[in-house]
């Protein structure tokens, strides 16, 4: 399997515009977690999805920040608009509902908002 | 509500000393710990976890940790680091729900 995937890796943008993170858990997986982390805040939880359900998403910073899972390959986390204070690496991990609880990560995206 | 601390954000340590990370939860009733490691560059992986039972647990790349209850502590620990053990560390708790709470990383620093 190829792991978590995300794209992009990295991303600058300039403050107001519009930011779309996306991520592909690994197959089967049916828990997916959204975290950003930052050096002030450390990792944060953002929200999580069961089944391609929001579970929990009291992390979501503020209503600029949205997450949706149209189908079990497939979440995105959109930034409208974006602020220089949003500028972090954004991980998204998935995991498997029973068993472990292990959560595996993807290799995160970059962003700068300037 | 839920939460983990990492007593130390900075350790610097030569190689072949040895290692201890200091780890606490809030958390009262039945719950999960986890390390997690982040290599420079590199996505979190997991060092090891603790559910139940003997509550000293062995993880990956020679990597220990002592669950003590009493105490609410779940310390990483390993006899003698490589400088390849540089990375962030963190702890990680989870208790009902598959809600995990991360604590705030430790970055440990091996001079070679």
């Known amino acids: 399997d190829a792991g978590v995937i995300q794209s992009p890796r990295h991303e600058v943008t300039e403050m107001g515009q519009e930011v779309t993170l996306r991520c592909k858990p690994i197959?089967?997986?049916?828990?997916l977690f959204w975290y950003r982390q930052t050096m002030m805040r450390g990792l944060e939880l953002l929200i999580y999805f069961n089944n391609n359900v929001p579970i929990d998403d009291s992390g979501m910073p503020e209503d600029r920040f949205s997450a949706k899972m149209p189908n079990a390959s497939f979440s995105t986390l959109k930034i409208q608009p974006s602020e220089p204070r949003d500028s972090a690496v954004y991980f998204c991990a998935s995991s498997f509902g029973t068993g472990s609880y292990e959560q595996y990560f993807g290799p995160g995206t970059r962003l700068t908002v300037t | 509500a839920q939460s983990v601390s990492q007593h130390n954000h900075h350790v610097i340590l030569s190689e072949a000393a040895s290692l201890e990370l200091g780890c606490n939860y809030s958390y009262g009733g039945t719950v999960n710990l986890f390390w997690y490691v982040q290599y420079p560059g590199q996505h979190l992986q997991l060092l090891l976890k603790?559910?139940?039972?003997?509550?000293l647990v062995k993880g990956i790349k020679g990597f220990e940790a002592e669950f003590i209850k009493s105490k609410f502590s779940f310390n990483l620990r390993k006899p003698s680091v490589q400088w390849s053990d540089t990375a962030e560390y963190f702890c990680?708790?989870?208790?009902?729900?598959?809600?995990?709470?991360f604590g705030a990383g430790t970055r440990l620093f091996v001079k070679a």
């Open positions: 197959s089967g997986h049916d828990y």
């Open positions: 990680a708790s989870r208790s009902g729900g598959f809600k995990t709470i």
């Open positions: 603790y559910f139940s039972g003997d509550p």
